[in-house]
């Protein structure tokens, strides 16, 4: 596979469960972020993992947990969600060199179409 | 705040010129980026403006003026499957992408 691959595509959950979503970038990047893309607003950074160190938006809330095992997986683990966390969850991987130089152009994967019952 | 503008939505015909617009307001400027959605889909690059001018490729085009805090996508010879969101995104100071909400385009016949 080539690029930047999501699962599950779609989701739906009650909001006592608990479930992963998973991303995994083929293009040997060193940066992997998750967003959330909500109807009609601009696109929200949660995460980042860059050279193994993780940059996160302090408003995300606790339900939303993410990991980071190696530079090509990424994972977000959702527990307790409510109903306004449903939107579609993008994930992106930059080369993102430790020099910072170049676009570092983020390539994103399909997303996950995330629905809170 | 930060804040990065462009319009919700425009509409324009098969085959015409379209100019999608961007205006923004961040903590420092370190490029401007071009990206369309599909319905559906994952967002993909088109376009990366650092300096100031146009930058073309194909029959897409983008401009940047950095004194102005603004960009512009150009589209022409339009095609239906042009029809799709185009979103604007500014990197700050930190290196962080700002993001705008996207201006949908619907291609009519």
């Known amino acids: 596979e080539t690029g930047v691959t999501q699962t599950p595509r779609h989701l739906v959950m009650g909001m006592t469960n608990k479930k992963s979503l998973k991303c995994e970038q083929h293009?040997?990047?060193?940066?992997m972020y998750w967003y959330k893309q909500s109807a009609k607003k601009p696109l929200e950074l949660m995460f980042v993992?860059?050279?193994?160190?993780?940059?996160e938006n302090n408003s995300v809330p606790s339900r939303f947990s993410p990991e980071c095992p190696n530079s090509s997986h990424l994972f977000l683990h959702l527990h307790t969600l409510q109903p306004e966390d449903s939107a579609l969850y993008l994930c992106?991987?930059?080369?993102?060199?430790?020099?910072?130089?170049?676009?570092?152009?983020?390539?994103f994967g399909p997303g996950t179409r995330l629905t809170v019952l | 705040g930060q804040n990065i503008d462009q319009p919700t939505e425009m509409t324009a015909t098969e085959g015409a010129i379209v100019q999608i617009n961007c205006t923004y307001q961040?903590?420092?400027?370190?490029?401007l980026f071009w990206y369309q959605q599909h319905a559906g889909e994952a967002p993909t690059f088109l376009s990366y403006?650092?300096l100031d001018g146009l930058e073309e490729k194909g029959r897409f085009s983008s401009f940047l003026s950095r004194s102005k805090g603004y960009s512009y996508l150009l589209l022409k010879e339009l095609q239906m499957k042009d029809s799709a969101s185009y979103l604007c995104?500014?990197?700050?100071?930190?290196?962080?992408?700002?993001w705008g909400a996207g201006t949908k385009l619907i291609i009519k016949p």
């Open positions: 992106a991987s930059s080369p993102r060199t430790s020099g910072g130089e170049g676009t570092d152009t983020q390539y």
């Open positions: 293009l040997g990047h060193n940066a």
């Open positions: 993992y860059s050279l193994e160190e993780r940059v």
């Open positions: 961040t903590s420092g400027f370190n490029g």
């Open positions: 403006n650092v």
């Open positions: 995104a500014v990197r700050d100071s930190n290196y962080q992408l700002i």
